[in-house]
C-alpha cells in the first residue's frame, strides 16, 4: 500500500513508454511487501539536468537510467562505482548519504543466466560493437573468458571496441573477424558460447538472424540479447541443432534484480525470479 512513508524509485530515458522496467520493479516491490513504489519518467536530453535535481529535491531512493543518457548522466552524478568508470556507462543510480552514485549492473545482469556455467578456457564469439557489446564482453572477462573474438558489420567499430577493451580491461586474447567470412566460420565452429548484441532479429525483422545457421551447432551455448521477439530465428535455429540458448528477458530481469537489491537491501529468492519471468512473458 502506498502511504507517507512510501519510497520512490523509477526508470528515466527517452523514449520510455516501452519500457518494462515498472512491472519487473513492482512485481518485486509487491511480493517482497517492501514500501517503494517504481515509476518511469521521460527524460528529454535537455531535462536530464532539471530532472535528476528534482530527484535530489524528492529524496528518491535510487532510479535507472536508460538510452539516451547511459553516458551522459555521469557528469550529473557525485560519484561512480569502479566498473560504471571502467565502462563510461551508468544504468542505476542509488542514493547513499544524500549522494547520487551512478552504477552499471546490465554486465552482472548478462551474467546471471551463466551463473552455473564455467567460462574459463572457454572461447566465445560476440556479434555486434556497441554499447552493450562493451558491458557483455567486460562481464565474460569478470567470469574468466579466455578467448574473446568479436564481429560486427562495421569492421572498423570492431576493432576500436578491441583497442578499447585491452587498453581499459587489460584483456589481450580478443581478435576481430569480419563479418560473413570464412574466419568467422572457423571461430564460432571452436567456440563455445556466441552472444548477439546486435538488433538484427529484433521486431518487426523477425526473420532475420545475425548469422547463417550452418554456422551454429550442438556444442554451442547461443546468447540472444534481443527480448522482442523472446524466441529470435537466432534462437529457433539454434535449438534445431542441439545447441543451449538463452534469451534476451534472462538479461533484463538480471540487471533489474541486481538494481533492486542495492536500493532495497533486499534479497530476491530464485523462486521469486522465475515467477517474476513468467510474469513478464505473460504481459
Ligand atoms: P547498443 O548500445 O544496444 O549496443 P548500438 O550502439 O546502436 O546499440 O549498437 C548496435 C549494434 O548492432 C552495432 O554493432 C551495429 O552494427 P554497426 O556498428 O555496423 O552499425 C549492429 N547492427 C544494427 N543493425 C544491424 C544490421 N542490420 N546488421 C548487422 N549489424 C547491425
Redesign the pocket.
Known amino acids: 500500500m502506498i502511504d507517507a512513508r512510501t519510497k520512490l524509485l523509477g526508470v528515466i530515458g527517452d523514449p520510455i513508454e516501452h519500457s518494462r522496467s515498472p512491472q519487473l520493479h513492482n512485481y518485486l516491490i509487491k511480493h517482497l511487501n517492501l514500501n517503494f513504489c517504481y515509476l518511469a519518467f521521460k527524460a528529454p536530453p535537455a531535462q536530464l539536468a532539471r530532472l535528476v535535481d528534482g530527484f535530489r529535491a524528492m529524496d528518491v531512493a535510487g532510479f535507472n537510467v536508460t538510452v539516451p543518457h547511459k553516458e551522459t548522466i555521469a557528469s550529473l552524478l557525485d560519484g561512480l562505482s569502479q566498473d560504471a568508470d571502467t565502462l563510461g556507462a551508468v544504468n542505476t543510480v542509488v542514493v547513499e548519504n544524500e549522494k547520487f552514485v551512478g552504477h552499471n549492473t546490465d554486465w552482472i545482469g548478462f551474467l546471471h543466466p551463466l551463473s552455473k556455467i564455467d567460462l574459463q578456457n572457454q572461447r566465445a564469439v560476440v556479434l555486434?560493437?556497441?554499447?552493450?557489446?562493451k558491458g557483455i564482453i567486460y562481464g565474460l572477462i569478470q567470469k574468466g573468458i579466455d578467448q574473446l573474438i568479436l564481429v560486427?558489420?562495421?569492421t572498423s567499430?570492431a576493432e576500436a571496441l578491441a583497442a578499447h577493451v585491452q587498453e581499459r580491461f587489460g584483456f589481450d586474447a580478443m581478435t576481430v573477424v569480419e563479418?560473413e567470412s570464412e574466419a568467422l566460420k572457423f571461430a564460432i565452429q571452436d567456440a563455445q558460447l556466441l552472444v548477439n548484441?546486435?538488433?538484427?532479429g529484433m521486431w518487426p525483422e523477425v526473420e532475420q538472424s545475425?548469422v547463417e545457421s550452418s554456422m551454429l551447432h550442438p556444442e554451442l551455448m547461443v546468447y540472444d540479447l534481443v527480448y522482442n521477439p523472446l524466441e529470435t530465428q537466432l534462437l529457433k535455429e539454434a535449438k534445431q541443432v542441439g545447441a543451449r540458448t538463452i534469451d534476451g528477458l534472462g538479461m533484463f530481469i538480471g540487471q533489474g534484480v541486481a538494481a533492486f537489491s542495492k536500493w532495497t537491501k533486499a534479497e530476491v529468492p530464485a523462486s521469486l525470479v522465475h515467477s517474476l519471468r513468467d510474469y513478464l512473458i505473460q504481459l
Not at 128 to 133: K, P
Open positions: 555486434g560493437a556497441g554499447g552493450a557489446a560486427n558489420r562495421t567499430k563479418s548484441t546486435t538488433s538484427v545475425p
